[in-house]
Every structure is written in C-alpha cells, then in structure tokens.
C-alpha cells in the first residue's frame, strides 16, 4: 500500500507560479513510477507529469511543456511539480498518482495509488 498526500495548490494570477509537492509513505518509493493528472470541472483527468524514478526519464503533457517541470527527491520520497507561467486553462484539481513498476504511462487507469487532490485555480 502507497498513501500519498499532496500539498501546494492555491490561487494565482495568470503569469504566476505555484509548486505542487506529494509525499509518499508506506512502501519503498523507488519501486514506484509517479505521475501528476489534473481534472477540471466537467472533464475528464488528464496527464500532466509522469517520472519513473530519481534521475529518470520523464514525460510532459505537450500543453504544459516549457512550462511545468517534474522532479523527485527521493531522500525525501517526495515529488514535486514546479508549475510557471500559469494559465487560466491549467484551472483544475491536481492529483498525484502512483504505479508499481518503471514504465511510464499516460493512462489515469494503469495508476493504483491517488492522492486527494489540490485545487489549482489561475485567474486571468
């Protein structure tokens, strides 16, 4: 079992910044690829970030590119998405999400562990 309990989400001005963390427990973190989603109102949960391991390769969604970045501390079992240059469209519930394994993947439903959510809101 993986408990993961995210933190960092607010509210910003469009052009700002904020930094999601999400910190894991309960089972040996490395073993574990990671990835961000995010849902907003009246959509579906969509890919953000995925990582597979500290120092590893890592995936963007291609709207976020240039603009969000994922990192891992593994000392610390906790990830993080830096997110700049915020825009109204990235408005959304931001979950972090765990898969045993080091593959990558893009697909909400090959993930086994969620976080609760953090509400990211960009005003224009």
């Known amino acids: 079992q993986v408990q993961l309990v995210e933190s960092g989400g607010g509210s910003v001005q469009a052009g700002g910044s904020l930094r999601l963390s999400c910190t894991a427990s309960?089972?040996?973190?490395?073993?574990?690829?990671m990835g961000w989603f995010r849902q907003a109102p009246g959509k579906e949960r969509e890919f953000v970030a995925a990582?597979?391991?500290?120092?590893?390769?890592?995936v963007l969604a291609g709207s976020v590119k240039g603009r969000f970045t994922f990192s891992r501390d593994s000392a610390k079992n906790t990830v993080y998405l830096q997110m700049d240059t915020l825009k109204p469209e990235d408005t959304a519930v931001y979950y972090c999400a765990a898969r045993f394994g080091q593959r990558i993947t893009t697909t909400p439903n090959e993930y086994t562990y969620w976080g609760q959510g953090t509400q990211v809101t960009v005003s224009s």
């Open positions: 309960g089972s040996t973190f490395s073993n574990y690829a």
């Open positions: 990582n597979r391991r500290s120092g590893g390769s890592t």
